[in-house]
């Protein structure tokens, strides 16, 4: 028939909270799609798109967001498309969203 085996139902769907799944999307996703309609591989376009899209309030924690935002001196010295693009506007968005404790120095 048809049916799924029960036995293996568990690695078909998991059943996640909204912050989990950013959680988990977090530290697996590696391609995202952008405003301008291409897809953009890297773990740091995902992880931008994901700060842009949802609200803080689903955002992974703050030691994450710290740990990952200390390349931003990187990111000015070469700006990767997502941390320019004005679509996005990534920058203004951490600024004004990210926990001042996990903000970079230089921001």
């Given at each position: 028939?048809?049916?799924?085996?029960?036995?293996?139902?568990?690695?078909?769907?998991k059943?996640?909270?909204?912050?989990?799944?950013?959680?988990?999307?977090?530290?697996?996703?590696?391609?995202t799609?952008?405003a301008?309609g291409?897809?953009?591989?890297?773990t740091?376009?995902?992880?931008?798109?994901?700060?842009?899209?949802?609200?803080?309030?689903?955002?992974?924690?703050?030691?994450?967001?710290?740990?990952?935002?200390?390349?931003?001196d990187?990111?000015?010295?070469?700006?990767?498309?997502?941390?320019?693009?004005?679509?996005?506007?990534?920058?203004?968005?951490?600024i004004?969203h990210?926990?001042?404790?996990?903000?970079?120095?230089?921001?």
């Amino acid at each position: 028939g048809f049916a799924m085996n029960s036995s293996h139902r568990h690695t078909f769907c998991k059943h996640l909270s909204l912050r989990s799944l950013i959680d988990e999307l977090w530290e697996t996703r590696t391609l995202t799609h952008s405003a301008s309609g291409l897809y953009v591989p890297g773990t740091d376009a995902s992880r931008s798109e994901l700060i842009s899209f949802f609200t803080s309030d689903y955002w992974v924690s703050t030691n994450k967001i710290c740990a990952w935002l200390a390349k931003w001196d990187e990111w000015e010295s070469e700006p990767p498309a997502w941390f320019t693009d004005p679509n996005l506007g990534f920058q203004a968005l951490v600024i004004n969203h990210v926990p001042e404790e996990a903000l970079p120095p230089t921001v």
